[in-house]
């Protein structure tokens, strides 16, 4: 605790307007440092009854480097919580990122991605799915190789594929590995203000599980477009269907004599068939600046299965002046699975609004207030919570030039 009232106070004497950080700045090169101190109330932490205040430093780096037809992108993020009651609920998490492209042509430009991420379950499964897990260490590495086609003005292709692996410590909790592969076609019609967008694509999930393993196969076809009405206005929309194959192990009791039975593991083989949609609306002017968001998707989870995902997200941002802003986003999230290994149906609401203001050219005050809550639809237990934040952000924001 004590270190962090000190980082805390030498991070206020450091934001001032009379320190200029040490930034390293050329032609095509960049390093953009960042810092965000954090004090929290939390009257259901973890949603375990329980009530605490929470002390949070996050740290974060991005580096970079551009020529006429390569790029390097190197990210960084340390984000350690510590608790005043609760210090067994401390965490560190860390994601580290990179992303690099070169164009051996002016047609053609290969990338890559890649991202390693150490953390615990119960942020990241409520933040991605909606749903309430156990406090698990969770370590996810993910690599996306890809090759973009530009053969005209109007038409390009983006093919790629994408490794993820994670694993978790708690032995409830299945590791699991992901690939999948995906092409996408983008066609601008004459108006030039729209694009017509074609997807086709699949993965396999393969979950670790007692026994006999877990596989999914999933393939999708979608369609859609993406259309700016004007400067400011911009709407995305791709809808399609999605075919699944399903292997996983079930425990079946069998008769041995009339009086005997015991216990055995079948696989089992199904296929499911379903829809999908990603949309998105943005639309902005000198003050305002409100995005809405759709989508139905199939991910990997916790519970050893895929689950079907449906969000449903919006915000919105003013600016009283140039310093001062407000914002409100809320959100809506049901996932579910198809009871292959277990039964889950949940769904959570979400609502986040805060003010913000600029200190400095480098450094911001915020004060903000976020309300969840969420309800299994199984058994219709809900809970909720409340959080209250007052934070303190700097970062330098280092254009390539």
Known sequence: MRFLCWVLGAFCCLSGAQW??????????????????????????FLKSIDDFEHRIAGSLEMGARSERAELTIKGNWDVSEYQRHDELDTVDQIYQVSGSIAPSPTVELHVSGAYVDDYTFTSTLEETGLV??????????????????????????LSYTFG???????????????????????????????????????????????????QRTYHVL??????????????????????????????????????FMPRVKTVKEDKTGWLADGILRWHDERFSISAAINRDVIPSIYGENITRDRVYCSLLYRWSERLHWRISTGYNRSET???????????????TGLGYQLTEHAGLGLGYSYLWTENRINNDSDDRNRIFLELTTEWPNSLE
């Open 223 to 260: 369609a859609g477009m993406d259309h700016r009405f004007t400067e400011t206005l911009e709407v995305r929309l791709t809808t399609g269907i999605r075919y699944s194959e399903s292997q996983f192990p079930r425990v079946e009791v069998f008769m041995v004599t009339p009086n005997f």
């Open 165 to 215: 692996q994670t694993k978790y410590d708690l032995a409830s909790y299945p590791d699991y590995e992901v690939h999948g592969l995906d092409l996408l076609w983008s066609h601008g019609l004459t108006n030039e203000r729209t694009d017509m967008l074609f997807q086709l694509g699949g993965n396999r999930a393969d979950y670790e599980t007692a026994g006999e393993d877990t596989q």
């Open 338 to 352: 198809d009871g292959y290994v277990t039964d889950i149906k949940q769904q959570t609401y979400s609502v986040d």
């Open 133 to 158: 897990a156990d406090r698990s260490k969770r370590r996810s590495a993910t690599v996306k190789p890809g090759m973009t086609w530009v053969w005209d003005l109007r038409d390009r292709a983006e």
């Open 20 to 45: 200029t950080p040490v930034v390293v700045s050329a032609a095509e090169y960049r390093m953009a440092p960042g810092l965000r101190v954090r004090e929290t109330y939390d009257d259901n932490l």
